[in-house]
């Protein structure tokens, strides 16, 4: 009886609220900003905020951060932590919330479907289908949540996105015409005019003053339980043995919803998965990315850095994952370092070298550079900012 009565109050103090949100005036630059599920400070947000914080004195920027961990963000000036009667104030107040990921993390809703203007900062590139451009949205989500879903995307005041292919996947996945070619905040962070938002000492993290090379395994999430790993023994074995011939240091950083590569550190390949880094500020200091399915190599792309695509469980990916790509997988790639075997990859990560300077390798990345990124001046908080 007492849950009951719970449900009962939730639901009248959403009502509520719901009608505050039409009834309190919005507060003329107060934005409202947060990353991920508010248990970090990085991405799009985070450089967004550090831009105001330096350069747009007229506009107040709050962070939302979850009441377990915000007294770990003690560098962070203005936060307040979230679904608490402060932080729902703010929600109510502020002219724009940005928004990286599920608003429900955001307050108390379950989805912002009153009075809210959104600015769509989306973490992700899409090189797989998403949100309503899922093949499988109808199954993945009941009727209702899928009402409530289309009514808040309807509050999206615009999405800033890379190019104009991405106008096309934005626009389908958030069900909205107010995509725009701006380009995205957290690319300033690889401006060194922008050092000002390189918040961690990476390095030292890493570890990797001692190397002479730093290679990153940086796979994408799974919703199926593996039926293999990325690396038999035998091939971390042959890792750890070229990398000590190499002085290099070879990283595994893997998505924290996708089950770990369990190994044991050693002299020259250490597992970070472990450790919340901002994903832009750890690029700075990889030389070679290693990936699979995951977009994080449209950010890389935009270092010049060489780039290897390994895709040891493409049939069962592509046969399994539900949501489905919106361009055959090898126009992602790059012929010569796309590979489905490890020990290929082994042996081409030797000759890296020679690799990127293969006149067929550089011409497919530079086409790559060009269709993802249209923007490359690090102007990007800027842009956006006087977009709105």
């Known amino acids: 009886m007492i849950n ?13 609220i719901a009608l505050f949100s039409f009834v309190i005036p919005k507060k003329k630059w107060l934005y409202m900003l947060w990353s991920y599920n508010g248990r970090v400070f990085a991405g799009n947000s985070k450089a967004l905020y550090l831009y105001i914080q ?5 506009i107040t920027p709050v962070y939302m951060f979850d009441a377990d961990v915000i007294d770990d963000f003690s560098h962070v000036e203005s936060k307040q932590a979230i679904q608490t009667c402060a932080s729902i104030w ?9 928004v990286d990921w599920d608003s429900k993390w955001l307050s108390i809703f379950w989805f912002l479907i009153w009075r809210f203007d959104i600015i769509k900062l989306w973490h992700g590139d899409t090189i797989k289908r998403m949100e309503l451009g899922r093949t499988d949205i109808a199954k993945k989500r009941n009727k209702v949540s899928l009402f409530f879903k289309k009514r808040e995307y309807t509050n999206i005041q615009l999405v800033p996105v890379w190019n104009e292919y991405n106008v096309m996947t934005h626009n389908e996945s958030f069900s909205t015409t107010t995509s725009r070619v701006i380009w995205l905040p957290r690319y300033d962070v690889f401006g060194d005019e922008h050092s000002y938002m390189r918040t961690t000492d990476v390095a030292s993290k890493l570890d ?6 730093v290679v990153m395994y940086m796979p994408t999430w799974r919703e199926y339980a593996p039926e293999q790993t990325p690396f ?28 770990k590569i369990h190994i044991s550190d050693t002299s020259h390949i250490k597992n ?23 977009s994080v190599f449209i950010d890389y792309l935009h270092l010049g850095r060489p780039i290897f695509w390994y895709a040891y469980d493409l049939k069962r990916y592509m046969s399994r994952e539900r949501w489905g790509l919106y361009k055959p997988y090898a126009e992602f790639t790059i012929s010569s370092t796309m590979v489905t075997n490890e020990e290929i990859l082994i042996s081409k990560l030797l000759d890296i070298d020679v690799l990127v300077q293969d006149a067929d390798y550089q011409t497919q990345y530079k086409d790559l550079q060009n269709f993802f990124h249209t923007y490359i001046d690090c ?10």
């Open 232 to 259: 038999s023994d035998d091939a971390l074995s042959a890792i750890q043995d070229r990398a000590e011939q190499t002085n290099t240091l070879f990283v595994i950083k893997q998505h924290y919803r996708t089950d």
């Open 208 to 213: 990797n003053q001692w190397y002479t090379r």
């Open 4 to 16: 009951l009565w719970k449900k009962i109050l939730n639901i009248l103090l959403v009502g509520i």
């Open 379 to 388: 102007n990007n908080c800027n842009r956006l900012l006087d977009a709105l």
């Open 272 to 294: 970070i998965s472990s450790i919340d880094l901002d994903m832009q500020e750890l690029l700075l200091e990889i030389d070679v990315l290693i990936t699979d399915y995951s």
């Open 90 to 98: 703010t929600l109510l107040r502020a002219e724009y919330l940005f």
């Open 54 to 58: 330096q350069h747009r004195p007229n």
